[in-house]
């Protein structure tokens, strides 16, 4: 098990708590996530999501895809059993699985992920969006709510300065900060134009970002459609 698996796997039961006074706006941060779905319209039938933790954010394309088949990927298997609870009585399928390992075999409609992807190093990031590609049917999309890192030194310095101040609004206390701050020590955090950049290289159309708030962003991009 990996260090960041393990972290997550120790604080599974308060973990949505925090998160939430952690991800200043969560609701519209993990919101326009779900919310892109749809957008292009088309069928919604089966979406994965990568690195699920607890469920937030397959919560959160639930509720506006009622009937859509969830299926579950993350390397903690406590934090599975919390979004299975979050998330019953749906039938969901859950995977116990690294984000290096094979993707559970497609085609999905959508594939999305949460505050997952920026554990991984670049080479393993772009890797994963060509397999991503692979498992989506043709128009599907690819949705990432990550963390990313500032484009410069300086917006890094302010970008962490304005999450700071947001994250005490939402009564985050300054030992959970702490915290916070040494567990993203270990994080690789990627800037968002790079980020746009690998997903419009590997094949991806009409890519953009969707939501930023701080370090907080929402990148997406659609699998061609067949010609």
């Not at 039938?91 to 999905?108: M, Q, S």
């Amino acid at each position: 098990m990996s260090d960041a698996v393990q972290i997550f796997a120790e604080h599974a039961p308060d973990y949505d708590a925090l998160r939430r006074r952690l991800v200043p706006g969560l609701d519209a941060f993990y919101g326009t996530a779900a919310g892109l779905l749809a957008l292009r319209g088309g069928p919604l039938a089966r979406v994965l999501d990568l690195g699920a933790g607890t469920g937030i954010l397959s919560a959160h394309v639930a509720r506006r895809h009622p009937d859509v088949e969830l299926v579950l990927l993350d390397g903690a298997a406590p934090m599975l059993a919390e979004a299975k609870r979050l998330l019953a009585p749906r039938e969901v399928r859950l995977i116990v699985a690294d984000l290096r390992d094979p993707l559970p075999d497609g085609p999905f409609d959508a594939v999305v992920s949460a505050l997952a992807i920026h554990h991984l190093d670049d080479e393993a990031k772009r890797e994963l969006d060509v397999r991503v590609l692979d498992v989506l049917r043709p128009g599907g999309v690819f949705v990432n709510a990550e963390q990313v890192r500032g484009p410069t030194a300086w917006l890094e310095e302010r970008q962490r300065a304005g999450w700071l101040e947001a994250c005490r609004q939402e009564g985050a206390s300054d030992q959970e900060l702490a915290r916070a701050l040494e567990r993203m020590a270990a994080d690789r955090h990627t800037d968002t134009d790079t980020q746009l950049g690998w997903l419009r290289d590997g094949g991806y159309s009409d890519v953009d970002c969707f939501y930023k708030r701080w370090h907080f962003a929402v990148l997406a991009g659609w699998r061609p459609q067949a010609r």
